[in-house]
């Protein structure tokens, strides 16, 4: 039986659903020899040696806090890796090297067109500056609506105290990509003026576990539309299957 190993790379990983829904699609596709690893590693470092150790490892996917400090350890970069500055998803060349990509950029746009169909000069306030931010900045940018970065650090647009109603206002797509209210720290959020939110609102939280986060409950409660990352995980995880199955590029840029 051919073997075949894919992964996920990141820390912590107890909140990831990614290897449930590789195992359960490697199962409906009677694909019985692959299976999907996870790679529980606090150092970013690793990534080489878990690819070395592990010779039946076609891929890897990359998640929080290594999504920009995997770059200097892989040998290339997709056109989707360099637009987003972020890797999400790695895959093992024919001659060993090791290639990024970013399929959250793929994932999150893919929603947020179906969601935006109708919108015009749409603004949007993105919470968190790491990885997932950069593709959200990439993804709404990409679509033609504008973005800012809402940080703890001074250097970004806004940091959290500067939100005040008028820009909530101004801001009526709301995308929550900091780890805040991850299972199991369900009761935490990013420090926004939910009473700001009015149902003319999009609260798009990047966690999907749980399904309803605080920043969810919060901005419904005002009457904003919600939506968790579920989606995006999805599309993120089908663009990635893609690239390792066949493709060595993104197309749809
Ligand atoms: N649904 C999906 O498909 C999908 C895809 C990608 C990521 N995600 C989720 O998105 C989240 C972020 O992932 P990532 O890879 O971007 O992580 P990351 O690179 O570590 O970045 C997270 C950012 O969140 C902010 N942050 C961290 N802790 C915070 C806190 N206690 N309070 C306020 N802000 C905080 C930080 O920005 P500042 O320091 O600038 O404030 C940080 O840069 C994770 O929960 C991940 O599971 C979901």
Same mark, same amino acid.
């Given at each position: 039986?051919?073997?075949?190993?894919?992964?996920?790379?990141?820390?912590?990983?107890?909140?990831?659903?990614?290897? /449930?829904?590789?195992? %359960?699609?490697?199962?409906?596709?009677?694909?019985?020899?692959?299976?999907?690893?996870?790679?529980?590693?606090?150092?970013?470092? +690793?990534?080489?040696?878990?690819? !070395?150790?592990?010779?039946?490892?076609?891929?890897?996917?990359?998640?929080?806090?290594?999504?920009?400090?995997?770059?200097?350890? #892989? !040998? %290339?970069?997709?056109?989707?890796?360099?637009?987003?500055? /972020?890797?999400?998803?790695?895959?093992?060349?024919?001659?060993?090297?090791?290639?990024?990509?970013?399929?959250?950029?793929?994932?999150?746009?893919?929603?947020?067109?179906? #969601?935006?169909?109708?919108?015009?000069?749409?603004?949007?306030?993105?919470?968190?500056?790491?990885?997932?931010?950069?593709? $959200?900045? $990439? @993804?709404?940018?990409?679509?033609?609506?504008?973005?800012?970065?809402?940080?703890?650090?001074?250097?970004?647009?806004?940091?959290?105290?500067?939100? %005040?109603?008028?820009?909530?206002?101004?801001?009526?797509?709301?995308?929550?990509?900091?780890?805040?209210?991850?299972?199991?720290?369900?009761?935490?959020?990013?420090?926004?003026?939910?009473?700001?939110?009015?149902?003319?609102?999009? $609260?798009?939280?990047?966690?999907?576990?749980?399904?309803?986060?605080?920043?969810? =409950? =919060?901005?419904? @409660?005002?009457? +904003?539309?919600?939506?968790?990352?579920?989606?995006?995980?999805?599309?993120? $995880?089908?663009?990635?299957? @893609?690239?390792?199955?066949?493709?060595?590029?993104? %197309?749809?840029?």
């Amino acid at each position: 039986m051919m073997q075949k190993i894919y992964g996920l790379l990141g820390f912590p990983l107890a909140h990831s659903f990614s290897q /449930a829904y590789f195992t %359960s699609k490697f199962q409906a596709l009677g694909l019985y020899g692959f299976s999907y690893q996870l790679f529980e590693q606090p150092a970013v470092s +690793a990534v080489r040696t878990i690819f !070395d150790k592990n010779s039946d490892l076609v891929g890897l996917n990359v998640t929080i806090p290594h999504k920009i400090a995997v770059i200097p350890y #892989l !040998d %290339s970069l997709d056109d989707s890796a360099i637009l987003v500055g /972020a890797v999400n998803v790695v895959k093992r060349l024919k001659n060993n090297d090791l290639r990024g990509y970013n399929t959250d950029f793929i994932g999150l746009k893919q929603h947020l067109e179906i #969601l935006l169909k109708q919108q015009k000069g749409m603004e949007a306030l993105i919470l968190g500056n790491g990885g997932a931010a950069r593709a $959200a900045r $990439a @993804a709404v940018g990409s679509l033609g609506f504008t973005s800012k970065t809402v940080s703890r650090s001074p250097h970004k647009e806004f940091c959290y105290e500067d939100l %005040s109603s008028e820009i909530m206002a101004n801001h009526l797509l709301i995308i929550q990509t900091t780890p805040l209210g991850t299972w199991p720290n369900v009761e935490s959020c990013p420090a926004i003026p939910y009473q700001s939110f009015t149902p003319q609102h999009i $609260a798009y939280d990047l966690v999907y576990n749980p399904s309803e986060t605080l920043f969810m =409950k =919060k901005a419904s @409660a005002f009457g +904003a539309q919600t939506f968790n990352g579920l989606t995006m995980l999805h599309n993120q $995880a089908e663009a990635a299957w @893609a690239i390792w199955q066949n493709d060595e590029t993104i %197309s749809s840029l």
